[in-house]
């Protein structure tokens, strides 16, 4: 029944002619919400949008921004209703790319893959969108001014630590128990590697760019800097035990904390990520971080 109306609008509306109304852009991604504010774009409305102000926070989403249902299952009668010239998209729905596309013309975008460049491919989708909506040269200058801001960042980083910089783990707690550590293709070591960090517990490509571990394991990180991502409301249950403390990076000061940043999201998620890791580790005492 459900199909059954949503065929329904969609024949109503099926004679609006989308070139005649100003830009309607949904994003059922949160890669393509971040694209699109950084092209000037604000979405007409987003997947997740509430979770994306939690969890992405930059780009800032608009509160005017409408919530469109899940990232996974889309409210796709809220989308006729709201009528938008162009629906960005992820492969992830490709099973209902066809009810998009009697919606309004869709752009879909390549998701995080364990054998790709994620950055090259979410930069690549970046400037593909900006070809879209017409607004290539203002993508390329912005990309151009985040190469400029993280050139800037590693050279800081390289003078605070005389040009020995500490390695580097950044942690992303899922329950006080365990934890996700960043992997080699992931949005974070590629910030790492623009800032010319080596990982302190080096890990396999992924699926999406991680590995689950139990925080345990963190035990063998005996030398470097470890990094955890915030929020995580139960993380003074952790940090408040015998065994947590007596991690060698916590006993040696060589822990820190990141805001909330997003570490699968698209190309600028790589600069919000270098530009956090290079404010924790200029916070790092350097009486303990030389001394790796």
């Known amino acids: 029944m459900r199909l059954a109306r949503l065929l329904a609008m969609l024949g109503a509306i099926i004679s609006i002619s989308a070139s005649a109304e100003d830009d309607r852009i949904v994003a059922l991604s949160w890669e393509s919400t971040e694209h699109l504010l950084k092209l000037g774009i604000s979405p007409l409305g987003v997947a997740d949008a509430n979770d994306y102000r939690k969890w992405v926070v930059n780009p800032v989403l608009p509160d005017e921004v409408i919530d469109i249902g899940s990232r996974t299952e889309p409210n796709l009668e809220l989308l006729v209703q709201l009528r938008p ?18 919606i309004a013309p869709v752009i879909e975008h390549d998701s995080f893959q364990r054998d790709a460049d994620n950055y090259l491919l979410q930069r690549n989708s970046y400037l593909t969108l900006a070809r879209y909506v017409g607004r290539e040269a203002q993508a390329l200058e912005r990309l151009a001014l985040m190469d400029t801001r993280i050139n800037e960042l590693r050279r800081q980083i390289n003078d605070h630590f005389s040009g020995r910089p500490p390695r580097v783990a950044v942690i992303r707690f899922s329950s006080p128990t365990v934890v996700y550590i960043n992997a080699q293709n992931s949005m974070i070591q590629r910030a790492m590697d623009l800032l010319n960090l080596s990982p302190a517990f080096a890990q396999p490509a992924s699926d999406w760019g991680i590995t689950q571990t139990s925080v345990t394991s963190l035990g063998a990180i005996r030398d470097g800097v ?3 991502i915030e929020p995580f409301a139960q993380q003074e249950i952790i940090f408040g035990t015998v065994l947590w403390n007596a991690m060698p990076f916590v006993r040696a000061n060589r822990f820190g904390h990141l805001p909330a940043t997003w570490s699968y999201g698209g190309v600028f998620s790589v600069e919000y990520l270098a ?18």
């Open 275 to 292: 530009e956090s890791i290079a404010e924790a580790l200029l916070r790092i005492p350097l009486n303990d971080a030389t001394t790796l």
């Open 226 to 228: 470890v990094l955890h």
């Open 85 to 102: 010239t162009t629906i960005v998209t992820s492969s992830m729905l490709g099973n209902i790319r066809g009810i998009l596309e009697r």
